[in-house]
């Protein structure tokens, strides 16, 4: 399931392809990208009869955010001024297969265990019937698997602590943002936004395909 229903979803960039290499990095992440095949033939052995697709996940927040205003006003004054003090938002919970177009996601009001918890119920539906997912995720605290059902047809596979270098759903979230009356604005824009991104053939294929992940040698 690629697209989000209206209920429950931001202007393409410029397409890049990007190199992800251990240069620069911390030892972290550098062996994070050497470790991934033998995690990968591990997770196949305990599921010889399933086939194994690669998968990222990552949430952004999508909303209002106030803001102050300046004036011209008497040196020594304290001037009154307009305040922006809108804080409506949602949260974008979305998984995407590295360097294809497939990809899915799920608007949330909030970010917690439960969240993580319903986000993982419904992309384990969408899952072709035989596949387990590998859903490499980074270690934010919901994401720690003894506060969550992790259905049976996924396995989570943490990054390092501070490399979202190695999760390409990060690029996903670099899209404009908006200037919304509610949070009905808020859930409107951010679906209609993530819909648009996934009906422009080759973005995600472009932005997700990381060397590290697609030489892994799991689609």
């Not at 922006?84 to 917690?112: G, H, I, K, Q």
Request: glycine share 6%; charged share 20%; hydrophobic share 40%.
């Amino acid at each position: 399931m690629g697209p989000v229903p209206p209920a429950q979803a931001a202007e393409p960039v410029a397409s890049e392809n990007p190199t992800v290499t251990s240069e620069g990095q911390s030892g972290r992440a550098g062996g994070a990208q050497k470790d991934l095949p033998s995690k990968l033939r591990t997770i196949a052995a305990e599921h010889p009869d399933a086939r194994l697709q690669l998968w990222c996940q990552d949430k952004a927040r999508f909303g209002q955010k106030g803001q102050t205003t300046r004036v011209w006003h008497e040196r020594g004054v304290r001037p009154p001024g307009v305040v922006d003090r809108r804080f409506e938002s949602l949260y974008l919970f979305a998984a995407c297969r590295p360097r294809t177009e497939e990809a899915f996601a799920l608007a949330l009001p909030r970010v917690n265990a439960d969240a993580m918890t319903v986000f993982l119920e419904h992309f384990s539906r969408q899952l072709a019937p035989g596949v387990h997912a590998v859903l490499i995720l980074d270690q934010a605290g919901w994401h720690d698997p003894r506060a969550l059902h992790v259905p049976e047809t996924i396995t989570l596979l943490p990054l390092p602590s501070a490399s979202p270098e190695l999760n390409p759903v990060e690029r996903i979230w670099l899209y404009p943002h908006r200037v919304l009356g509610d949070y009905d604005a808020v859930l409107d824009a951010v679906c209609r936004a993530w819909n648009r991104l996934l009906d422009e053939t080759g973005r995600l294929t472009s932005l997700t395909a990381y060397p590290y992940l697609t030489a892994s040698g799991i689609p």
